[in-house]
């Protein structure tokens, strides 16, 4: 538990020393060492259960999905996904007839890596795209949607330390045993009760952040914690899944006390759609 923490400490000190030195052009790229790191460990677990994803191809794309739609508006992620899948597609005709079944049935794994890691992560830079087409202007060094971004951050890890915590505290009744057993319905309450303290609590202290024509003060974004503590949850559960299936406890090793990158970023995966809608519906107030 001791090295969990101190990594955990050491991961929230690079976020904000790369976020205030690099600005959102930092955070962009931790943002895309992340989700690439995710996929190959994904890929990893593919193919311990003899899927044998396109491993190259899939990563060539997916290192590319979350700076394209950062820097590029007029390529989004889902063109640049359009592009992929009919030039991979495409490649089959070049291979050996021999071969050319056998490339096929790799494709899905292939794209399933790209779609759950980079695709659903790039609504983080979509999100900061999205506050920057609206001029939302407030009066901190901060600007909005990177506080949004890691808003969508504090709540899904706070909600993810929360269930842990109170888990193992006072947790009985088990969640779902046949994917996770370490998992109870007391722990998921617990995270979903700290996650809203941790989201009403962020605007509170740092109402300088948020602007003064948008509707997201600590009781709103009290309210909007809720989704994304669930989704948090659910993220974690499809990544027990994952590794289950592949037959491994963690999905790497590159992060003492918590293990891979996928560890680390499955609450996150699903929690950046859900955080960009409810941005989008913000606005439309």
Known sequence: MLIRTLSTLGLWGLVFCTIYWGQEYGGIWLLTLAAVFTQSEIYMMLTRMNQ???RFEGLLVGVAVIPCTFYWDQINAVDLLAAAVVLTVSASLFRP?????????RLPAT?????????LIHFYPRILQTVEAHDLQNNAELGFGMFFVLWIVAVSKFSDMGALLVGRGIGRTKMAPSISPGKTVEGLLGGIA?????GAGLP??????????????????CLCS?????????????AS??????????????IPGIGGMLDLMDSLILSAPVGYLI???LLSQ
């Open 52 to 54: 044998r994803p396109l």
């Open 97 to 105: 007839s021999g071969s050319r079944d056998a490339y096929v049935k």
């Open 111 to 119: 794209f399933f890596g790209i779609l759950y890691a980079p695709f």
């Open 194 to 198: 700290t996650a809203t303290l941790v």
């Open 204 to 221: 509170f202290l740092f109402p300088q952040c948020v602007p003064e024509n948008l509707a997201f003060g600590p009781m709103e974004a």
């Open 226 to 238: 809720i989704p994304i503590a669930v989704v948090a949850v659910i993220g974690d559960l499809i």
């Open 241 to 254: 899944v994952l590794k289950r299936l592949a037959g491994v406890k963690d999905s790497g090793g590159v």
């Open 279 to 281: 941005l989008i519906c």
